[in-house]
């Protein structure tokens, strides 16, 4: 936990409150602006295209069945009417596509952002409400060594209980959702609600693990090798990070094998085979720079971010630190608190950019038939979800490291700034793999 120790009065947690409903407002705003209002005009775009196509494909049947007779010059110029109408055809169906495809961003991000901002009021909301209903604890000044010693927390058995009950009805859940979208499932509200039930104690015993970080113990050291003198949460930090390069390398060995026993346009290309018979993410996206640009801006946001998480550490344990001398960056961090805080912030905000942009490029995957029931699609969709995965629950923890940076009296310092350092080799882990995801999977 924190390497200081801190009196937080219930009240300040209401702020959280309060910041849940900006954040629900945010979303509602998002998917107004994005999925009903530039979505609408996509809708209409892609309406208009598809009329065009349909006259198009219309004319060129009509023209097919149209008997090649009488003289040269009319059979030739049947010839050129069908060529032409072949030609408008192609232009129109390109046309559909690209609409439907500018269609399905708009929607898609406007309904990601709004589920995203959901998912962070609801750790805003409920863990504050229920940190602020807790009765007070008398605040020691004169702390003695008791402190050094672990104190044992209820969290983990409340995150992993809820867990447990959220998994057992995630498939009624998943159900249920899919029922509500107006799809033709059956809605299953008694699996639905048991999955509520678990998301809300996880929720509540990640807010009772806010509190007790907020508050602070001073850093455990670990007395045994291979550890001994490192800071126990450091040390455990490493070990979780070697255990997630293992999954993400049975990741990249499933698609390696596969890949090498696949004729792929690169390996038709390159002469070892001669019929295309899987198709690739890669084949889809590799060819233009519009299909291709959410994976690139996704790989440059998250090498950004890791130099944003490292500013806001290299600010917090920078004792002698003063605001820029330029008025802008001055204006956007004033103060060593705000400075950190808003480091922060800007990571958050790359981070929440990546998860829609990644579901963005899934949405034109899938709708150009690129799905999960293939083998192709199967490791690319668990590989990259995967690691988006990992991306959002880092989101989730930088949620609170800006309640933390904003409401502390000093906000992150010297003192207790290694969370933000232990945080940021997981974020650090994060980038990395998805700098070996983004060639593999989207160039090759």
């Given at each position: 936990m924190s390497g200081s120790l801190h009196d937080v009065k219930n009240d300040v947690w209401m702020r959280a409150v309060i910041v849940s409903v900006i954040l629900l407002f945010v979303g509602g705003a998002a998917y107004g602006a994005f999925a009903v209002g530039v979505g609408s005009v996509k809708k209409t775009d892609w309406d208009a295209a598809d009329e065009v196509l349909v006259e198009a494909k219309t004319n060129w049947n009509l023209l097919n069945e149209t008997e090649a007779g009488g003289t040269s010059e009319e059979a030739a110029d049947i010839h050129e009417q069908k060529k032409?109408?072949?030609?408008?055809?192609?232009?129109?169906?390109?046309?559909?596509?690209?609409?439907?495809l500018s269609y399905l961003t708009w929607i898609t991000a406007g309904k990601t952002l709004l589920v995203m901002m959901i998912i962070y009021a609801a750790f805003y909301g409920?863990?504050?409400?229920?940190?602020?209903?807790?009765?007070?604890?008398?605040?020691?000044?004169?702390?003695?060594?008791?402190?050094?010693?672990?104190?044992?927390?209820?969290?983990?058995?409340?995150?992993?209980?809820?867990?447990?009950?959220?998994?057992?009805?995630?498939?009624?859940?998943?159900?249920?959702?899919?029922?509500?979208?107006?799809?033709?499932?059956?809605?299953?509200?008694?699996?639905?609600?048991?999955?509520?039930?678990?998301?809300?104690?996880?929720?509540?015993?990640?807010?009772?693990?806010?509190?007790?970080?907020?508050?602070?113990?001073?850093?455990?050291?670990?007395?045994?090798?291979?550890?001994?003198?490192?800071?126990?949460?450091?040390?455990?930090?490493?070990?979780?990070?070697?255990?997630?390069?293992?999954?993400?390398?049975?990741?990249?060995?499933?698609?390696?094998r596969m890949r090498t026993g696949w004729c792929t346009e690169w390996a038709v290309d390159a002469g070892k085979c001669e019929v295309v018979d899987t198709i690739t993410a890669s084949d889809l996206l590799r060819h233009e720079v519009g299909t291709l640009l959410p994976g690139a801006i996704n790989t440059f946001a998250l090498i950004i971010s890791s130099y944003t998480i490292v500013l806001a550490l290299k600010v917090a344990k920078d004792t002698e630190w003063?605001?820029?001398?330029?008025?802008?960056?001055?204006?956007?961090?004033?103060?060593?608190?705000?400075?950190?805080?808003?480091?922060l912030i800007i990571t958050l905000a790359l981070g929440s950019m990546f998860i829609v942009l990644k579901l963005v490029e899934w949405s034109h995957l899938i709708a150009e038939g690129f799905t999960i029931d293939t083998q192709a699609g199967s490791i690319f969709y668990v590989a990259t979800g995967a690691h988006g995965l990992h991306v959002f629950i880092g989101l989730l923890v930088m949620l609170f490291m800006v309640f933390k940076a904003d409401v502390l009296e000093d906000g992150y310092n010297e003192q207790n700034g290694q969370g933000i350092e232990y945080f940021g080799l997981y974020w650090h882990f994060v980038d990395l793999a998805w700098v070996a995801i983004f060639p593999a999977f989207y160039l090759y």
């Amino acid at each position: 936990m924190s390497g200081s120790l801190h009196d937080v009065k219930n009240d300040v947690w209401m702020r959280a409150v309060i910041v849940s409903v900006i954040l629900l407002f945010v979303g509602g705003a998002a998917y107004g602006a994005f999925a009903v209002g530039v979505g609408s005009v996509k809708k209409t775009d892609w309406d208009a295209a598809d009329e065009v196509l349909v006259e198009a494909k219309t004319n060129w049947n009509l023209l097919n069945e149209t008997e090649a007779g009488g003289t040269s010059e009319e059979a030739a110029d049947i010839h050129e009417q069908k060529k032409d109408a072949r030609i408008a055809y192609d232009e129109a169906k390109e046309a559909e596509i690209d609409a439907h495809l500018s269609y399905l961003t708009w929607i898609t991000a406007g309904k990601t952002l709004l589920v995203m901002m959901i998912i962070y009021a609801a750790f805003y909301g409920i863990s504050g409400f229920y940190n602020s209903i807790q009765p007070e604890e008398e605040h020691d000044d004169h702390h003695g060594d008791d402190h050094e010693e672990h104190h044992g927390s209820a969290s983990p058995i409340m995150m992993a209980a809820g867990l447990m009950l959220f998994m057992i009805g995630f498939p009624g859940f998943v159900n249920t959702c899919k029922s509500l979208l107006g799809l033709d499932y059956q809605a299953e509200m008694g699996d639905f609600g048991l999955s509520i039930v678990g998301a809300a104690i996880t929720i509540i015993g990640i807010g009772n693990w806010w509190n007790e970080d907020l508050k602070g113990q001073h850093e455990q050291i670990a007395s045994s090798d291979p550890f001994q003198g490192q800071d126990i949460r450091k040390a455990g930090m490493w070990v979780f990070l070697i255990s997630e390069t293992m999954v993400f390398a049975s990741f990249f060995s499933s698609y390696l094998r596969m890949r090498t026993g696949w004729c792929t346009e690169w390996a038709v290309d390159a002469g070892k085979c001669e019929v295309v018979d899987t198709i690739t993410a890669s084949d889809l996206l590799r060819h233009e720079v519009g299909t291709l640009l959410p994976g690139a801006i996704n790989t440059f946001a998250l090498i950004i971010s890791s130099y944003t998480i490292v500013l806001a550490l290299k600010v917090a344990k920078d004792t002698e630190w003063k605001p820029s001398e330029n008025a802008l960056m001055a204006k956007m961090f004033p103060t060593r608190k705000k400075a950190v805080r808003n480091y922060l912030i800007i990571t958050l905000a790359l981070g929440s950019m990546f998860i829609v942009l990644k579901l963005v490029e899934w949405s034109h995957l899938i709708a150009e038939g690129f799905t999960i029931d293939t083998q192709a699609g199967s490791i690319f969709y668990v590989a990259t979800g995967a690691h988006g995965l990992h991306v959002f629950i880092g989101l989730l923890v930088m949620l609170f490291m800006v309640f933390k940076a904003d409401v502390l009296e000093d906000g992150y310092n010297e003192q207790n700034g290694q969370g933000i350092e232990y945080f940021g080799l997981y974020w650090h882990f994060v980038d990395l793999a998805w700098v070996a995801i983004f060639p593999a999977f989207y160039l090759y």
